[in-house]
């Protein structure tokens, strides 16, 4: 029963599937990845899970009870979004004091801290900020909030690599002191991967993996070799991709590998990077619905 | 005299220096880097070039001649930005034929095979774009305008793996094609490390690197060992970070290495990432401002 749960969700708009079914549950206390191509329907799911739009079938549920129009789970929900939601005129100390009133409080000594590390003054006006500080500002805001399930889109958004290094050490830090739910939804899917333990991968409105990465990194190989002795190795496998190097063949699997097969000489297995099995299988699944 | 050429320029809004007496010159038929924290003036310099901002000091020269109010030259630059600096309500066509007719044309036949790989429709309203959508549409533009010069400020913004992996495709087919000097801002350092060939480096208002990205590897190296040992090796190196793994001491170091030092068996050499070597060049130069 604990968790945020989504169940048989599926949304349109105007007459096209955004997202078609969609189940997929979010335990306590813990970092996932929601990963998927552009405009793949991952903006959707969080304004879903904040109530800000509704769906057409199917339900989110924390703890057992509907989220919609309860402001006692919506309190617990925080949405950091890509759109721009504030009045560009407000201050930013405003916005804080504002969400601190509307969720169960908000760390202010820390988000002080966070201000001055990022090089970021809270007396201006949200208008004036850059790209880069917008992404700062609602970091700061998502890492500071009393809630038990935070949702951050596109955290990394426009910030230079000291930034996203800051960022990604303050998030483990600040979940490490207080271990909560982090759902983060990024195009950046190598420096999160020694990050996030848990990844849902959405692909043509549908969740195509939901796997803890641990899991994931354990069926993940580039096969490399002669093409005839790496195709014989790979055979009966979940075959993803497929490089070429001069005469050298290179498969992509996402599979457990088979213990009683005899890995020859002149064949290579190695470690894939998420970044490439995200790349493999979500270009799988376009194709297949476009053929 | 060939080339872009910026003198002595300096930039102040209110009483904060942006740039101060930056001096940098773009060659023709080269792809730059041009790199910097966030908020380091990156943008203003591009707005500078494009003449929508002007300095207080210095000049910028195209082929030897001023480029501002000189239509001819600033029809050889092309500057795609940030900003969205398009109205909402223009069709992406419309915005396509507009730019043809301002600059000296555009690969009309590349943008439509561009923006269908991309799943782009022509057809929508600017303002309908997504963040990564509205970068799609403007690296086409980049990759397709008649102009000498093309600028592109953080041209991957929002857009994921996939698409970016086709963006540096496009980029290095088109270059190879039709050589011309691109000068690319993107806080993805490592990403563009094999594309670009030169990196110009902005930290505190002025350039602290400007140099061929195959020399800036050669000097860019991580020393580890026993403290003792790393440390007599690295003696009167250029020394610009220092890390710490347990008993084991880190030096990153950015120098020609002394051919007459012998690399004692317990310390080991290797390459620097791009990017560690960036955090490292700009974290120092702020370190000293603030100092």
Redesign the interface.
Known sequence: MNGLKISHLSVKFKKKEVLQDISVTFQPQTIYGLL????IGK?TLLSLIANRIFAQDGEITLDGHSVVDNDLALQRIYVMG?RNLYPKNLKLVTILADTAGFYGGLDQAYAERLAQKF?LDLEQKYGQL????RS?FKDIIALTVTADYILLD?PV?????????MFYQELIDTYAKKPRTFIMST???EEVANIITHAVILSAGKVILDEEVDEMMTKSYLVTGPEKEVTAYVEGLNVIGKEQLGRMTGYYVYDDLPEMRILPDTVYLEKMPL?KL??YL??QTTERKEG
Chains 1, 2 share one sequence.
């Open positions: 998927g191509r552009n405009g903006t890509e090089g850059s790209t880069g500080y700062i596109e958004l426009g910030l230079d690599a000291n930034h996203r290094d195009h950046l899917i970044e995200f790349i979500t270009q």
